[in-house]
């Protein structure tokens, strides 16, 4: 389900079936790299509206978490954990965070159900190989997500 | 002389003028009553589109999952959708296109990829199931059929159209 009034609608009519939400980690940064850090919003945002689409009953997509490069990682840590706690207290089993900013991998251990998956320039692909690429990543997505379902 | 001429001129600019801004005016009323007359055709047609999926001879017995684009309008955002369809062909020879979206709440099945439930159609979400030909096993989650897409065939190939629900029960 997407963040929008019709989706989430649905979710609070059918909020025992919802248990999941996919939080996209995106970063922002206007100074050098910004061409590479636009990507990795890019690429984060296209395979976690796909990852929605196809898991939708149970998903909620969430608004993705911004923050500035340049700050310090300790900061969006903690702004992060209250958003968690957030989603915990209102009954949420599973939080991913999913992103392509490597500096999150640095403290994977700590964050739980992180997702790391590596940009690439999809806007140089042609369509056939980008949809392969896309699919491909969204696809280790889902299983991440269903396998810890089956648990 | 010529001044008399530059009048009529002038007159003449004024009248193409406001008559060029009436036109416009009476366009303007006028669009959204041609648009609602002419609307549901279009629709209709939009509706009908079919688009080819395969070759039909290549439809085996087994589903197989094949992906196409459609056009779509959601608001006022237009985009591309990817659609999926399980194609095969039943006992008697007829074909069918499954819509992969569970009747429950909507996410995306698979054919045949739960080890201990073979030959089913199954939901990665909530454990729901349908039977080959997409009726939902009793007992899952799953209130309805899968839906159908329209199929026509012609010169070889397989066209696939809007799907059909089967309603609930
Ligand atoms: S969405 Fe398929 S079983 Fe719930």
């Given at each position: 389900?997407?963040?929008?009034?019709?989706?989430?609608?649905?979710?609070?009519?059918?909020?025992?079936?919802?248990?999941?939400?996919?939080?996209?980690?995106?970063?922002?940064?206007?100074?050098?790299?910004?061409?590479?850090?636009?990507?990795?919003?890019?690429?984060?945002?296209?395979?976690?509206?796909?990852?929605?689409?196809?898991?939708?009953?149970?998903?909620?997509?969430h608004p993705a978490f911004t923050y500035l490069k340049a700050e310090p990682l300790e900061e969006h840590c903690k702004r992060l954990e209250k958003w968690k706690q957030q989603l915990i207290n209102n009954g949420f089993k599973f939080v991913y965070f999913v992103?392509?900013?490597?500096?999150?991998?640095?403290?994977?251990?700590?964050?739980?159900?992180?997702?790391?998956?590596?940009?690439?320039p999809l806007e140089h692909m042609n369509d056939r190989h980008r949809g392969d690429f896309i699919e491909e990543n969204v696809g280790s997505i889902m299983k991440i997500i269903t396998s810890q379902w089956k648990l | 002389m010529s001044k008399k001429e530059h009048d009529v001129s002038r007159r003449q600019f004024l009248n193409y003028t406001l008559m060029g801004v009436g036109g416009f005016m009476a366009a303007g009323i006028m669009s959204p009553l041609v648009r609602f007359a002419v609307d549901p055709l279009l629709k209709g047609k939009e509706g009908a589109k079919m688009v080819p999926v395969m070759d039909v001879k290549d439809i085996t017995n087994e589903p197989q999952n094949k992906?196409?684009?459609?056009?779509?309008?959601?608001?006022?955002?237009?985009?591309?959708?990817?659609?999926?369809?399980?194609?095969?062909?039943?006992?008697?020879?007829?074909?069918?296109?499954?819509?992969?979206?569970?009747?429950?709440?909507?996410?995306?099945?698979?054919?045949?990829?739960?080890?201990?439930?073979?030959?089913?159609?199954?939901?990665?979400c909530h454990g729901g199931r349908y039977t080959k030909t997409g009726i939902n096993i009793p007992g899952t989650p799953p209130p309805a059929p899968l839906g159908v897409y329209k199929t026509q065939v012609k010169d070889g190939k397989l066209y696939l159209g809007e799907v059909i629900s089967r309603g609930g029960s």
């Open positions: 389900m997407k963040w929008r009034a019709k989706d989430i609608e649905r979710y609070l009519t059918e909020k025992s079936f919802i248990d999941t939400v996919l939080l996209p980690l995106i970063p922002i940064q206007w100074e050098e790299a910004m061409l590479h850090t636009v990507r990795e919003g890019e690429f984060i945002q296209i395979v976690s509206a796909e990852a929605e689409r196809q898991l939708t009953g149970r998903v909620i997509l992103t392509s900013d490597v500096q999150w991998k640095t403290i994977e251990d700590r964050i739980e159900q992180l997702i790391w998956m590596p940009a690439v | 992906k196409f684009t459609v056009k779509k309008v959601d608001g006022w955002h237009k985009f591309d959708e990817q659609q999926i369809a399980y194609i095969f062909k039943k006992k008697n020879g007829d074909i069918l296109a499954l819509s992969p979206i569970c009747t429950h709440l909507g996410c995306t099945v698979a054919w045949n990829d739960d080890p201990s439930h073979p030959n089913q159609f199954h939901c990665p």
